[in-house]
């Protein structure tokens, strides 16, 4: 939960790139995953010991499923320094009928399980089709999946159990990979659902492959997607990784498209490609780079490539998961853009034409929206982002052992022009303070090795005979009653409860570093009437307190509601429940971003009833709704000029 609210709030950051929004977004869907697991397992095992779990049966695009379930483990890969690849063969059909959910959650578990116990090397998943055995004259299909992985491997012993409940490959007391255990129950229940079957192959220290087989129900409906390509067919491609089996998908893929790859796994193989190209005059249109590298990483070498003076070839990036800091590192490169591994042909074609592109001049902006209820206008010129330190230029220490929670809190801290040193547990805290001073500690009060409390006290002990302190800001996931009080007895001086809201955060250290620092956002919190009809403090801290984010937001939702509630009038009308819901949904999602509570309960009435296909209830709610947001709007567009004004 505090990687998806976090980055969400970095993600209405101003001045974002689109790899940097990208990346964001992409840790968002991964901490979800990561948070909705538990969740689901318990569910899912309950709703199948009752005997209430159900299966859909709707057309959908199998390799858009299977390569969007991995990119929500794309940030865990990427952490863990792994290779995650993926190859479908070519003659797996695209469009199929089941249960993509139920897939999705197959696949998750399954990969997710592996990335878990592998700690290097690679995790890799293939898919192709087989012959149902038995039916040789009038074969009938399946399709076959293999998860495979470098991992711990599972003994002989455990392999007997390892689908029963609430059993992991690593059951010792002291257990390093955690988890609930129910993951490869559920998937072998699903699996079974669906008409399959699960099986394992495994060797101790070497690895494990988990096989599972499902019924091939063709979708004919699907046709096959038509894609145009911005190169000419025949286009020279120049790939660069050392892990064999992304070459070999990638080379696929490539000449699947009627590309012409030259596949190369050292960077020095890659020059000497190019210089072989230069001297042919068969210069190359692409240059596809793997980030991560042996011996030169991909954006050495593509500082390398750019100093030769070698400005014809387009180049992309490939990468596990992409940062800020990679993005920052892409345009100074003039790399054209990001590409998550692993990458399906979809992606792989809509990157090579935005890369195409990217020398192309940029659109003109857009004109600022003006409200129907002809509001001042909410433009997006005002100052930004107002939110400023009183005391800037500080040496701030992160302790915290999750990496998303340390990315949080550096991006905003270094946004704020403070200098920043990750520690990720309390020895590592002791041993920084040993080599650099400090201004500021933020403490996370559970680490592994020395947790935050026990951190702090050492601190102080040593403290007391150099008669220095150190402000040190508690951070904790835990918000019951005497938490702050214990952090304060502990020697701390400030507490917040996890999530932590970047205004929040860059408040508290103001106070402890410039106590006399007047807080300049007051006047603005405190400017609405007191019986306004959202929460303004929520709202400004959600958006970091950035002005120039919230007129954004505004706009968009001034220009788009209207067309919105149209269409979910329409909905009504034709008594269509799926788009109803459907448009409810997304209603309720944009309300919800403003904070206003009553609107929000409007909107869940409304969605409910289209659930049910209630359309007398859909019609109140849609009326009651529709008064609620004429009332809201201008209320929001009122507040973001008086924002501007009062800045």
Known sequence: MNGILGMAELALDADLTLDEMRHFMAVVKSSADALLTIINDIL??????????????????????????????AVKTDAKGLDLTCDV????????????????QIIVNLVGNSLKFTDKGEVSLRVFTEPVPGTHTNPEYRLHFVVSDTGIGISEEKQRTIFEPFTQADGSSTRKYGGTGLGLTISRQLIELMGGKIWLESVRGIGSSFHFVIPLEIDPGA????????????????VLDDHSAS???????????????????????????LRAAKDQNQPFSLCLIDERMPDLDGFDFCRVLRQTGDQTAVVMMLSSAASRQDALRSRELSIATHVTKPISQRELIAAVNAAARATEPPAAPQAAVTS?????????????????????????????????????????????????????????????????????????????????????????RQESSTGQHIPIIAITAHALQGDREKCL???????????????????????????????????????????????????????????????????????????????????????DG?????????????????????????????????????????????????????RLTPELVQFANDGVLKY
Request: net charge negative; glycine share 6%.
């Open 578 to 630: 799926a788009t109803l819901e459907n448009l409810s949904h997304k209603l309720r999602g944009s309300v919800t971003t403003f904070y206003s509570d009553t609107a929000v309960q409007a909107a869940l009435d409304l969605e409910a009833a289209a659930r049910r296909a209630d359309f007398v209830s859909a019609q109140t709610s849609y009326l009651s709704l529709d008064r609620l947001i004429r």
């Open 44 to 73: 899912d095992f309950a709703k199948n010991d009752s005997c209430t779990l159900t299966l859909y049966s709707v057309g959908y695009s199998l390799r858009y499923t299977i390569f969007d379930s991995l990119k929500s483990l």
């Open 247 to 273: 070459l070999k998908i990638m080379g696929g893929m490539l000449r699947s498209l009627q590309l012409s790859p030259t596949l190369t796994s050292t960077a020095s193989e890659a020059f000497v490609a």
């Open 89 to 104: 063969d070519e003659n797996v059909p695209d469009g199929i009928v089941g249960d993509a959910g139920r897939l999705r």
């Open 372 to 460: 129907a209820a002809a509001q001042p206008a909410v433009t997006p010129s005002a100052p930004a982002p107002v939110s400023k330190p009183a005391a800037s230029g500080l040496h701030i220490l992160v302790a915290e052992d999750n990496e998303v929670n340390q990315e949080l809190m550096e991006y905003v801290l270094k946004r704020d022009g403070h200098k920043v040193t990750v520690a990720s547990d309390g020895q590592q805290v002791l041993a920084s303070l040993k080599n650099s001073t400090f201004d500021v500690i933020l403490m996370d009060a559970q680490m592994p090795r020395l947790d935050g409390l026990e951190t702090t006290a050492v601190i102080r």
């Open 489 to 575: 007895a502990a020697g701390m001086d400030e507490y917040l409860a996890k999530p932590v809201k970047s205004g929040k955060l860059l408040q508290v250290v103001r106070s402890l570093t410039s106590p006399h620092a007047e807080d300049d956002k007051d006047a603005l919190l405190s400017g609405g009437a007191p019986d306004s009809f959202f929460n303004r403090e929520e709202l400004l801290d959600h958006v970091g307190h950035d002005l120039a984010i919230l007129q954004r937001m505004v706009s968009v939702f001034v220009e788009s509601t209207p067309r919105r509630m149209d269409a979910i009038g329409r909905a009504i009308s034709m008594k």
């Open 223 to 238: 046709f096959p997607s038509e894609h145009t390509l911005f190169f000419q067919p025949g286009a020279r491609v120049l």
